[in-house]
T-cell receptor, first 115, second 118 residues
Framework: AQKVTQAQTEISVVEKEDVTLDCVYETRDTTYYLFWYKQPPSGELVFLIRRNSFDEQNEISGRYSWNFQKSTSSFNFTITASQVVDSAVYFCALSEAHTGNQFYFGTGTSLTVIP | DSGVTQTPKHLITATGQRVTLRCSPRSGDLSVYWYQQSLDQGLQFLIQYYNGEERAKGNILERFSAQQFPDLHSELNLSSLELGDSALYFC?????????????????FGSGTRLTVV
């Protein structure tokens, strides 16, 4: 079974629109970590955020915000006022305490921001 | 620069050949992880080493092997290469062997080695 599901394969938005990328995870651990990474066309994986399972506070960093809800096992990512430079593939990932630092990645959401 | 160095950045080789990918972790990090990103399998965990010892194994083929040396750099060896092994191979590093101590510590990925098997 897939531990991390990113149901949106591709999303296109017009510049300055807001966009939310969905992430649903599955784990039996009580201690786990959730991540978002950005992969621009150049290929590298850029770390965006990490949350642990005990901290459900939503977080905002500039135009980026994250909504962590344990009740629905979701960790959604919103980009406000999207820009062309936001065009990339975004990955959500899960790390469980009992399996160590191994990451389970979702299949990624390809975001295209149209100028 | 993430601090994790992977060489080479690109590699083109023929089927049946053997290649070695190299990873130098960020200074102070003891754990090294290898991931494979292919079109059909996505991003998959291959193997983890911590301070020279194998710590965890994922979906790593028997034709693949890895090791971590005393200076903590790691090598991923891929042998009897097939067309399907073409992928982006990432190395990541962290300071600890498990997820238990992660306060604000992030996992750091290298920029990857793109392997093309022809």
């Amino acid at each position: 079974a897939q531990k991390v599901t990113q149901a949106q394969t591709e999303i296109s938005v017009v510049e300055k629109e807001d966009v939310t990328l969905d992430c649903v995870y599955e784990t039996r651990d009580t201690t786990y970590y959730l991540f978002w990474y950005k992969q621009p066309p150049s290929g590298e994986l850029v770390f965006l955020i990490r949350r642990n399972s005990f901290d459900e506070q939503n977080e905002i960093s500039g135009r980026y915000s994250w909504n962590f809800q344990k009740s629905t096992s979701s960790f959604n990512f919103t980009i406000t006022a999207s820009q062309v430079v936001d065009s990339a593939v975004y990955f959500c990932a899960l790390s469980e305490a009992h399996t160590g630092n191994q990451f389970y990645f979702g299949t990624g959401t390809s975001l295209t921001v149209i100028p | 620069d993430s601090g994790v160095t992977q060489t080479p950045k690109h590699l083109i080789t023929a089927t049946g050949q053997r290649v070695t990918l190299r990873c130098s972790p960020r200074s102070g990090d003891l754990s090294v992880y290898w991931y494979q990103q292919s079109l059909d399998q996505g991003l998959q965990f291959l193997i983890q080493y911590y301070n020279g010892e194998e710590r965890a194994k994922g979906n790593i083929l028997e034709r693949f092997s890895a090791q971590q040396f005393p200076d903590l750099h790691s090598e991923l060896n891929l042998s009897s290469l097939e067309l399907g092994d073409s992928a982006l191979y990432f190395c990541a590093s962290s300071i600890s062997p498990t997820g238990g101590d992660q306060s604000n510590y992030g996992y750091t990925f290298g920029s990857g080695t793109r392997l093309t098997v022809v």
